[in-house]
């Protein structure tokens, strides 16, 4: 499934933004829908990931009271609200998606997903 990211910008730092992540020409309610981000000169991390159902969440450790991730399955939509954002927020957010069962713990992996958007900027500044 290919999957369309949008909703960043230019933000100055404390304020929100909602990002919003869309599949092109399918459902992907049966999937699991995950959050990555990366930054200048830095790897892609992970941020956050949401069950099919939507009624399961994990976040990594950095981002958890600012970020919620959450999905709309009849509207077909996954949202990444990012609140109280830093500078070092600055990153291209991908979102991805694979049929696979939901973790609670471990955290995830690029390696999970097999289906990924290009990615929309959120620049924040101080």
């Known amino acids: 499934v290919q999957l369309q990211a949008s909703g960043g910008g230019l933000v100055q730092a404390g304020g929100s933004l909602t990002l919003s992540c869309a599949p092109s020409?399918?459902?992907?309610?049966?999937?699991?829908v995950g959050w990555f981000r990366q930054a200048p000169g830095k790897e892609r991390e992970f941020v956050a990931a949401?069950?099919?159902?939507?009624?399961?969440?994990y976040y990594t450790d950095s981002v958890k009271g600012r970020f919620t991730i959450s999905r709309d399955n009849a509207g077909n939509t996954v949202y990444l609200q990012i609140n109280s954002l830093k500078p070092e927020d600055t990153a291209v957010y991908f979102c991805?998606?694979?049929?696979?069962?939901?973790?609670?713990?471990?955290?995830?992996?690029?390696?999970?997903?097999?289906?990924w958007g290009p990615g929309t900027q959120v620049t924040v500044s101080s």
């Open positions: 949401i069950s099919a159902s939507g009624r399961s969440a």
């Open positions: 991805a998606a694979d049929r696979f069962r939901f973790r609670y713990s471990g955290g995830y992996y690029s390696s999970d997903f097999g289906s």
């Open positions: 020409g399918r459902t992907f309610s049966t999937y699991t």
